[in-house]
């Protein structure tokens, strides 16, 4: 059985001291949490020296929730993969909804950005999901297949084992409407057979695939208890060390 990943995402949130806090509270109490469940924190940039120093040692996982496709050079206000391996980061994250629809970023900038990432030894979480309008005219899997095509083209099956992919409808992003789980669940499927039909059998399995978008402490069990959901990328619910532990906690249950 995959172990789940359950992943923090604190976008543009908390002050220094609020984000070095969360942090050592993770690094106290994950402590608990044995072995059984990956967990990850995704900070703003400019906390992720202090935090990736706080859970040196720790179960935890640090990583960036974006970064840019090129290597070095003259690019005003970006952070390449490399400058985030060098403070300690391990994971990334790579096409949240956000930065689709806010930053315009296409399928095609994410796929260079996952060529990024990987090629400086970054684990990406790739993110897909629907909006609202797209899942009413019954085009979720449609939207979700392209969005997979495109963004995992030219990567080869070894690239691909490194990847996590998060299923979050944008309709449940900060809304506090979740998917049903098995209306998770089925995209998840979705998403594993395109995986199969793309790589090896072996990648589709062994890939884990997050669901994101409102989960909670509440909702986490009936979530993360479906068979093809392997873990949760979590955003309001990750500010706070009792939500969070409590989504991890839901996890190691159900391992
Ligand atoms: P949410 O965010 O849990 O606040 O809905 C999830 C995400 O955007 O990753």
């Not at 059984?36 to 996982?61: M, T």
């Not at 490399?82 to 930053?103: K, Y």
């Not at 900038?109 to 030894?121: D, H, T, V, Y």
């Not at 395109?194 to 986490?220: F, M, P």
Request: glycine share 10%; aromatic share 6%; net charge negative.
């Amino acid at each position: 059985m995959k172990k789940q990943f359950i992943a923090g995402n604190w976008k543009m949130n908390l002050t220094m001291g609020e984000a070095r806090s969360l942090a050592e509270k993770l690094c106290d109490e994950s402590d608990n949490s044995d072995a059984v469940v990956d967990i990850g924190v995704f900070p703003a940039f400019v906390f992720l020296r202090d935090v990736c120093e706080i859970l040196r040692g720790s179960k935890v996982y640090v990583g960036a929730q974006n970064m840019y496709l090129e290597k070095s050079g003259a690019f005003t206000g970006e952070v390449s993969g490399a400058m985030l391996r060098d403070v300690g980061c391990t994971h990334v994250i790579i096409g949240h909804s956000e930065r689709r629809t806010i930053f315009r970023e296409t399928n095609s900038m994410i796929n260079s950005k996952l060529k990024a990432a990987l090629s400086c030894g970054l684990k990406p979480i790739f993110c897909v999901g629907e909006k609202q309008e797209e899942r009413d005219a019954e085009r979720t899997n449609e939207v979700v297949g392209n969005q997979l095509s495109e963004g995992l083209a030219g990567l080869t099956s070894e690239q691909a084992n490194e990847l996590t992919i998060a299923y979050e409808p944008v309709w449940a992003i900060g809304t506090g409407k979740t998917a049903t789980p098995e209306q998770a669940n089925e995209v998840h499927s979705f998403i594993r057979n395109t995986i199969k039909s793309k790589y090896e059998n072996d990648t589709a399995q062994c890939i884990r695939i997050q669901y994101g978008g409102s989960v909670n402490a509440e909702n986490a069990d009936n979530l993360l208890g479906q068979p093809e959901i392997d873990g949760a990328l979590v955003g309001g619910a990750s500010l706070e060390p009792g939500s969070f532990l409590d989504i991890v906690s839901a996890a190691v249950r159900l391992s």
